[in-house]
C-alpha cells in the first residue's frame, strides 16, 4: 500500500475524443498483466495483473489529469487537447480496493480492514478547477473555486441533497490580482472540460488553449 492525496489519471490522447473521469478510472483499475513475475511465495514465475485500487481515503482529493505528456517521435512535451468531463459529485466506490476485493479469501488482517470502509469516504464533492492556458511548454494558470467550503459546506444526513449540489453554491474566478464571479452552470463545461473549437485561431500544436489540469474535491 501507497499512501496518496492526489489521483494522476491518463487521458485519451485523440484531439477530438469525448471522454471523461470514469472513463480513466475504469482503465486505472483494469490494470496491465506483468507475465513471468517471479513469485516469492511459490518460487514460481507466474503472470500477475497489476493495478491501482483505492483504500484509505483522504479528507480531500486532488485529481491531476495527465495532459503534459512526452512524444518519443518529436523528443519534445505535447499537450493533450481532448475534451475530458468531470462530474459535480464523484463516486469512487466502484474503484476502491473494498469493492474489487469484497469477495477474496486469504486476505491479511490489516488488508481485512480496508473492506471496511464507510461507503461516504469514497464520495467527493467538487470545490475547485485548475484550468491552463497555452502550450506544454509556456502558459497561464487561474482557478475556479467554490468558495462556500469547509464548515460552511451543508452538514449531516438530512442535508445530503443540499451537500449533493453544488452549481448552487457561489463560485469565484482567482486570476493573479483579479477576481470575479463565476456562473458554474452556463459556463463550467466551456471554460474546463477542454477539447478543440474554443477558438479559431489555434494553431496546430495547440488546438485547444484552455485545458483541465487538475480539480480538487472535499470529502463529506
Known amino acids: 500500500m501507497e499512501p496518496?492525496?492526489?489521483?494522476?489519471l491518463d487521458i485519451n490522447k485523440e484531439v477530438h475524443s469525448s471522454a471523461g473521469i470514469y472513463d480513466s478510472l475504469r482503465k486505472m483499475v483494469k490494470g496491465q498483466i506483468i507475465e513471468d513475475y517471479a513469485c516469492d511465495g511459490c518460487n514460481q514465475k507466474v503472470n500477475i495483473t497489476?493495478?491501482?485500487?483505492?483504500?484509505?481515503?483522504?479528507?480531500?482529493?486532488?485529481?491531476?489529469?495527465?495532459?503534459?505528456?512526452?512524444?518519443?517521435?518529436?523528443?519534445?512535451?505535447?499537450?493533450?487537447?481532448?475534451?475530458?468531463?468531470?462530474?459535480?459529485?464523484?463516486?469512487?466506490?466502484?474503484?476502491?480496493?473494498?469493492e474489487a476485493m469484497k469477495d477474496a479469501e486469504g486476505l491479511a488482517e490489516e488488508l481485512k480492514a480496508l473492506r471496511e470502509v464507510h461507503d461516504d469516504d469514497y464520495v467527493y464533492r467538487l470545490v475547485g478547477v485548475n484550468v491552463h492556458l497555452g502550450t506544454a511548454d509556456h502558459g497561464h494558470y487561474y482557478s475556479i473555486i467554490n468558495i462556500r467550503r469547509g464548515t460552511e459546506?451543508?452538514?449531516?444526513?438530512?442535508?445530503?441533497?443540499?451537500?449533493?449540489?453544488?452549481?448552487?453554491?457561489?463560485?469565484?474566478?482567482?486570476?493573479?490580482?483579479?477576481?470575479?464571479?463565476?456562473?458554474?452552470?452556463?459556463d463550467m463545461k466551456n471554460e474546463a472540460f477542454?477539447?478543440?473549437?474554443?477558438?479559431?485561431s489555434k494553431t496546430s500544436d495547440a488546438m485547444s488553449d484552455k485545458e483541465l489540469t487538475a480539480f480538487l474535491a472535499s470529502g463529506s
Not at 496518496?4 to 494522476?8: A, D, I, R, V
Request: glycine share 4%; proline share 4%; aromatic share 14%.
Open 50 to 98: 497489476q493495478r491501482v485500487l483505492l483504500a484509505d481515503m483522504p479528507n480531500v482529493l486532488i485529481v491531476h489529469l495527465k495532459r503534459i505528456v512526452f512524444c518519443f517521435d518529436t523528443l519534445q512535451n505535447d499537450k493533450v487537447n481532448s475534451r475530458f468531463e468531470f462530474p459535480n459529485v464523484l463516486d469512487l466506490k466502484d474503484y476502491s480496493f473494498k
Open 4 to 8: 496518496f492525496y492526489n489521483l494522476s
Open 194 to 200: 477542454g477539447g478543440a473549437g474554443e477558438s479559431s
Open 153 to 186: 459546506e451543508p452538514q449531516g444526513d438530512e442535508n445530503e441533497a443540499k451537500w449533493r449540489k453544488v452549481e448552487a453554491d457561489p463560485w469565484k474566478v482567482f486570476d493573479d490580482a483579479t477576481v470575479k464571479s463565476f456562473s458554474f452552470v452556463s
